[in-house]
């Protein structure tokens, strides 16, 4: 995606800028701007009050009608197994990791519509939508416009993030219809010791449903109002009789959007972007499984028109919309061996991804892009060593095809054409090892080499004790790396951008101390404190000869927070979980805070049982007052979600009714510096219905 930045200066959102916007003087007014922290108590008591008395409410019809909730004991829930922090089984408790899971039945809940509303519901986690994308930001730092290279985004063990972008697609581009997500895991902090590339921040991995789970055929319809959103679903399941386990879905969705008036600050244009927010979205998937075989194929295409003229085209001009198609597949291979001491994994693995965008400055420009790779991994997990779980394994990518281009659709002379290619190879091992009954380290070590920043090192490492039964202690440390994308570190267009191809790769050094405690009424708590330093920060800055944007390296971000979450369930089937997190992100040197950083968030999550068989979720959340890039304050907010729902409307048929922004709150999230906007205003009210029928 071609960053065509104006160099000249710019009214930007009413500030007058003598700069382009970008990382060269971000820094800069980072330390200028103090962070204060917005409050909107009476919001938020109003909501949280509602939540309350829809607890109490919901538990006591819920006693008297003997509904039953489709939920798990608290204790179930805590002990679900993860496969994402080490490549094998581990219960929460063993995992080097303040790890958090998203299960199936909290999506139909909570009813929400991409990945982003799933994990953003989690402690220090929060969503920027910019029209176009949203983009995932973690524990204070989501820079506007950054692609979320920083996390890892997996399906069933298979990266979906890119070789050319890096980005992690949480929005509707995520190739994934959520209605076929078992759960989803979200290990926060260095994942580089397992994964390298990309897990710096964050992993994500989407565990999908099985075949056997469903056991027929689903098909679903929804409808969104008003910004007439459609979508539909058909899904086949089965296990087979000679045992072969068959899951094939397709879904697609339109979006009519909806006509806002934007202005387009220095163009001088202002106006409805009537037409301009239209979306479409197609996908497929298919599993299919047999003894220690399965393998999997995900598909999408999807086309959003962008209302914002990014990159500072030509505002409210009809062109082709922004594409993104994806195909990932995989073959897997699982099996035991010496009486199940020894596990042996492997896949092979292959993607694809197409970006395809025109933009008008007076003629049409068009920006393709594709990614071609393929690679395989293979590891080995022994126990067979008392008091030890070793891990080892290799996995090896190659890139071999990464291109990108600007053409100049009226003057093919001008037409700048990139070709990269590439490859990785890393190493990894870890140990488990059991100190003591209730005490045991975590240590580990992957070493990866590319033909660009050469080879580097993550190590990991923690001390997990179990003081009590119901209370663990964990202090880990983890580093990991990201080199250059083949967009940050390649990509030229003579007019805006140059190339930067001694672009250094970035690391971060994360400190966590992570306290969980179990009270025998139903209740856990969890305290998180950690302090990461990200060094060596890739970001858009100006090169000092041409005065053109270019990618740089040597930035550095310090980030620290506490988090502090609860989950209470109750034995009539309700179940209440809240977090409230303090994170400030900021360069060590400087002060100040980075831009599109709340300073404090606040997350609550309530499932009631109705009479009758319905059910309520009801979700806030509390964002604080964000800073944008022009040095001004986006004011904090409280955004409410509720959800009804039944499984018992009719044998085999499911309603679910959601209210998006309850109360109709008004906010805005920061712009980027590719964008007239400083600011964009995100949806108000709006209602969706959604009809599933089993057979």
Partial sequence: MPRMLQLEPVTVGGVFSEEPRGAGVLLERCAAVRPRLSRRRSAFGLALALAMWMAWSGAAHAAEAGADLTTLSLEQLLDIPIVGA???????????????????????????????????????????????????????????????????????????????????????????????????????????????????????????????????????????????????????????????????????????????????????????AAGLDTERDQEFFARVSRGAWSADIVQSDRAKRDPTAAYFSDPLVRTRPASDRYVLGQLQFHDRYA???????????????????????????SAPARANWYGTEWHVVSTAVAGHTLMAGVEAQDNTTVRQATLDLAQPANDVRIDSSGHRIGVFAQDEWRLADTLSATLGLRVDHNNFTGTRGSPRAGLIWQATPGTTMKLLYGQAHRAPNAYERDYRDGNSQVANPSLRGETVEAWDWVLDHRFDHGLAVRASLYRWTTQDMIALGIEPVSRLSQYQSGGSIRTQGLELSADKVWAQGARLGGSVSLQEADPPHGGGRLPNSPYFLGKLNLSVPLAWGWQAGYELQYDSKRMSLAGNDLGGYAVSNLTLGTAKLADGVELWLSVYNLFDRRYAHPGSEINWQNAFEQDGRSVSAKLVVRF
Wanted: aromatic letters at 10%; proline letters at 4%.
């Fill in 86 to 272: 080490s490549k094998y089984e581990q219960k929460p408790a063993d995992v080097a990791s303040a790890v958090r899971v998203i299960s199936r039945q909290d999506i139909k809940t909570f009813g929400w519509r991409t990945l982003g509303d799933a994990l953003s519901s989690l402690p220090g986690v929060h969503t920027t939508y910019d029209r176009q994308y949203q983009y995932l930001g973690t524990r204070g730092f989501g820079l506007p416009g950054d692609l979320t290279a920083r996390v890892l985004i997996m399906v069933n063990g298979n990266r979906v993030n890119d070789p050319l972008y890096d980005g992690a697609p949480v929005g509707h581009d995520f190739p994934l219809d959520l209605d076929l997500i078992e759960r989803i895991e979200f290990i926060p902090g260095p994942g580089g010791a397992v994964y390298g590339q990309n897990a710096m921040f964050g992993v994500v991995n989407v565990i999908t449903r099985t075949g056997a789970s469903l056991n027929g055929a689903e098909v679903s319809v929804s409808y969104q109002h008003p910004n007439t959103s459609r979508s539909g679903r058909a899904t086949f399941g089965k296990l087979l009789d000679n045992g072969v386990d068959v899951l094939v879905s397709i879904s697609g969705l339109s979006a009519d959007g909806k006509n806002r008036f934007y202005d387009y600050g220095a163009s001088g244009i202002s106006g409805v």
């Fill in 339 to 365: 009486d199940g001491t020894l596990s042996v994994s492997g896949r092979v693995f292959a993607g694809r991804y197409r970006f395809g965008v025109n933009y008008s400055y007076g003629t049409l420009v």
